[in-house]
C-alpha cells in the first residue's frame, strides 16, 4: 500500500503534468483559431481552381498526359502529417490510411512524405520516401506548397509516377478531421466525377485562348492550390487534435489528483485513528497498572 509520502509525490507529480498539458493547450487554442481562419479564407478560391480544372478538362480535347494520363501502374502518393505529436490520433489516421491506400493499389509506389511523423513511420517499415519535407507542418507557407507541387509535377513528367495522389487530414472542426484521399494527376475527373452538378454535364463559359493552351499554366497552379489547401487543411487538424488531445489530458490529470488526494485523506484519516487506538491502549494499560 502507498505510504502518505508516495501519495503526496504522486499528487504533485500529476499536478505538474496537468500545468504543461493546460499550457499546450492554451497554445494550441491561439494557434488554431488562426488556423481555422485561413483555411476557410482559402477554401473557396482553392474549390474555384478545381472547378475551373474540371471544366477546362470536360472541353479540353488535349491528349497530354498531365489531362488524359497514360498507361502505366506506377503510383506516387504523397502523405501529409505534423512534425509533432500529442495530437491523439490525427496523424495514425492519415498514415492508416496511406499503408490502406497502397496495400490495395497494385504495382510499383513511390512515396513522398511531408511531416517528420511521416518519415519515421516510412522508414521503420523500410519504405524509403524519395522526397522529405519537414519543419513547416503547424505554419505551412505558400512556397513550400509550390516546391512540393513542383515536385510533385516533376515525379509525373519524368515518368517515375503515372498516377500522383495526396493523403491528408481535411479539417472540419477541432474534434473531427477526415483522413481524404486526391488524385492530383492526371488532373482530369476519375470515373464517376464527370457530372457536374445536377447532373450538368460541360461548362457555359468559353476560353481565351483555346482550352489546351490554358490547361498547360492551370494544371501547375492547380496542383500547388491542391497541395497549399491540404497543408492548410492538416494545420488546422493539427492545432484542433492537439487542442483536443492536450483537454483531455489536463481533465484526467485532474481527475486523477482529486482521486489521489481522497485516498491520501483516507490513508491519513486511517493513519490518525490508529495511532489514537494506540494512545487510548497504552492509556488503558497504564491505568490498569
Do not use: C
Request: aromatic share 6%; hydrophobic share 40%.
Amino acid at each position: 500500500m502507498a505510504t502518505l509520502r508516495d501519495l503526496k509525490r504522486q499528487i504533485g507529480s500529476v499536478k505538474n503534468i496537468a500545468k504543461v498539458t493546460e499550457a499546450l493547450q492554451t497554445v494550441s487554442a491561439v494557434r488554431f483559431r488562426k488556423a481555422e481562419a485561413r483555411v476557410k479564407r482559402a477554401r473557396p478560391y482553392a474549390e474555384n481552381v478545381e472547378q475551373m480544372m474540371r471544366d477546362v478538362a470536360r472541353q479540353a480535347r488535349s491528349g497530354s498526359p498531365l489531362l488524359v494520363g497514360r498507361e502505366g501502374n506506377r503510383v506516387a502518393v504523397a502523405s501529409i502529417t505534423a512534425d509533432r505529436g500529442l495530437a491523439g490520433g490525427f496523424n495514425a489516421q492519415v498514415l492508416r490510411r496511406t499503408m490502406q491506400f497502397r496495400n490495395q493499389r497494385e504495382g510499383e509506389k513511390v512515396q513522398v512524405a511531408s511531416g517528420r511523423k511521416a518519415v519515421a513511420f516510412f522508414r521503420f517499415r523500410r519504405i524509403e520516401p524519395v522526397e522529405v519535407y519537414t519543419g513547416f507542418s503547424d505554419s505551412p507557407t505558400y512556397e513550400k506548397a509550390r516546391e512540393i507541387g513542383r515536385a510533385l509535377m516533376r515525379l509525373f513528367e519524368d515518368e517515375e509516377a503515372d498516377e500522383v495522389y495526396l493523403i491528408y487530414n481535411r479539417f472540419e472542426s477541432a474534434l473531427t478531421q477526415r483522413p481524404v484521399v486526391k488524385r492530383l494527376l492526371p488532373a482530369a475527373p476519375e470515373d464517376g466525377d464527370e457530372e457536374g452538378e445536377e447532373g450538368v454535364s460541360g461548362s457555359f463559359m468559353e476560353y481565351i485562348p483555346d482550352p489546351e493552351t490554358i490547361l498547360n499554366k492551370l494544371v501547375p497552379r492547380y496542383v500547388e492550390t491542391m497541395v497549399w489547401q491540404a497543408f492548410l487543411e492538416s494545420a488546422a487538424g493539427e492545432h484542433g487534435a492537439r487542442m483536443t488531445a492536450m483537454k483531455n489530458a489536463t481533465d484526467n490529470a485532474n481527475d486523477l489528483a482529486k482521486d489521489l488526494t481522497l485516498q491520501m485523506n483516507k490513508a491519513r484519516q486511517a493513519q490518525i485513528t490508529r495511532e489514537i487506538s494506540e494512545i487510548a491502549a497504552g492509556a488503558e494499560a497504564l491505568s490498569a497498572g
